[in-house]
């Protein structure tokens, strides 16, 4: 009963309850990420700008051209937004809050898209093409 101490604990739990926060903290001050993992992402996008160029090289057009490029384009967004601005690492709150409004503008833009070609459509079909 001696070892009690105002607020019932004994000197041996006061003592571990001190020393704890200090070494989360010291933990959580610094941390560093293999350099093989910014090699193997540097890697990756080299090999991605490498297909973007290849679909210009061999030519191709039309819808096929344009999604490979988007595709290319967002897989290389989304290496540097997850690994270079250390988006991987984050709390899911402020992930939610950086990389849902782009996803939410996709849809809007995909939405207008398809209104307009209804759009189109309907003045086509009742005022005729034209002059």
Known sequence: ?????????????????????????????????????YLVVWAWLFILSTCSYLVDYF??????????????????????VAVFMHMAWERLALAYAIILPPILV??????????????????LTFFGSGP
Do not use: C
Request: charged letters at 15%.
């Open 59 to 80: 030519g191709l057009h039309g819808y096929l051209r344009w999604s490979l490029i988007l595709i290319f384009m967002i897989l290389k967004a989304g290496l540097i």
């Open 106 to 123: 996709l849809v809007f833009v995909t939405m207008m898209v398809l209104e307009a070609d209804y759009t189109l459509f309907t003045r």
């Open 1 to 37: 009963m001696a070892e009690a101490t105002a607020n019932g604990l004994g000197q041996h739990a006061l003592h571990a309850a001190h020393e704890a926060p200090a070494a989360v903290a010291h933990a959580d001050a610094h941390q560093e990420h293999p350099i093989k993992l």
